[in-house]
């Protein structure tokens, strides 16, 4: 059994600076839990917003270990777990801190890993995908033919928005920077503004759904691009509401729900070349204030991963 480990650890609020290596006890996995090797893990906006202490929760104490996104390998397994072997490759998602050598998953959200993708571009699937879907199709109902717009094309969740939408046959229109348009174009988009260069409002109208990740100016593009009784699907705040009653649009926002059937689902795409991975870029748990920097500058291409354990 795995006494010690090394992990990330936020002692305190504050930026890139407060992420620091540290040598912890491995978590044990309890009834319904399976401890992870990690192999890869996914940096999400939402890592550096938790450390940054932007998400007050009684939940949140310090210190912690932050991730939530993993790919690894089955170490141990809990009471009460089926479905699941040592040894096995895995994904999944978790409370419990990914950036470290093991984490603890619970077995609902956890699914064995597509075997045609390295861990590192596994690690991009739990948020990224899972939130795309969720926007498209359960909140957005995004059908066969349908113009789709999708704010923020190049990003950890809009790279597979433009992706999944493709996949459903949907007209997909994608905005990005110029170093990411020709990006945003080989991940299957129909059309990509380049919103530097570009006003969206006026480029784009009349689309069935607009999925936006970007929000704040974003936002006011978004409600007039989309047709009059089409939807709106924000997952970065929300439009002013006088705007939304004068366009006559529905609009929805939600928190991302990781489950193992999604996960299975993902695997599965990737096995049968319906969905492909992309890793923006790669650092060593040890480069962490790096790569937080990166993410939080917020104009990645792609996710950001970590390289964690051979
Ligand atoms: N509600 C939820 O459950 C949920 C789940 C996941 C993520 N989120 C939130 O969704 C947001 C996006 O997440 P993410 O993981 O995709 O972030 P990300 O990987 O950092 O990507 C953000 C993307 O936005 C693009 N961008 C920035 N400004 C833009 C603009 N004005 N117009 C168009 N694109 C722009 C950037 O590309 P360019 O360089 O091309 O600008 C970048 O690729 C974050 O705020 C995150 O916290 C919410």
Known sequence: ???????????????????????????????????????????????????????????????????????????????????????????????????????????????????NASFGEAATIPTGASTAWQGLFDNGNLQAGQRVLVQGAAGGVGQFAVRLAKWKDAYVIGTASTSNVELVRALGADEVIDYTATRIEDAVHDVDLVFDTVGDATLASSVQAVKRGG??????????????????????????????????????????????LLVGATFHLEDASRAYELCQGGHGRGRIVFTVSK
């Open 1 to 115: 059994m795995v006494q010690v480990m090394r992990a990330l650890r936020v002692s305190r609020f504050g930026g890139p600076e407060v992420i620091k290596m540290r040598q912890i006890e491995c978590p044990v996995p309890q009834v319904g839990e399976v401890l992870v090797r990690v192999r890869a893990a996914a940096l999400n906006p939402a890592d550096w917003k938790l450390s940054a202490g932007l998400f007050q929760s009684p939940m949140i104490t310090l210190p912690f270990t932050p991730g939530f996104d993993v790919a690894g390998v089955v170490e141990e397994i809990g009471p009460n777990v089926t479905g699941f072997q040592r040894g096995q490759a895995v994904i999944g998602w978790t409370r419990r801190g990914s950036f470290a050598e093991y984490t603890v998953v619970p077995a609902g959200v956890l699914a064995v890993a597509p075997a």
């Open 231 to 276: 939807t709106l699907v924000t997952i970065a705040g929300m439009p002013s509401e006088e705007k939304v009653q004068e366009h006559g649009i529905n609009v929805k926002s939600f928190g991302v729900v990781v489950t193992s059937d999604l996960l299975q689902n993902f695997s599965q795409m990737v096995d049968d070349g319906a969905l492909r």
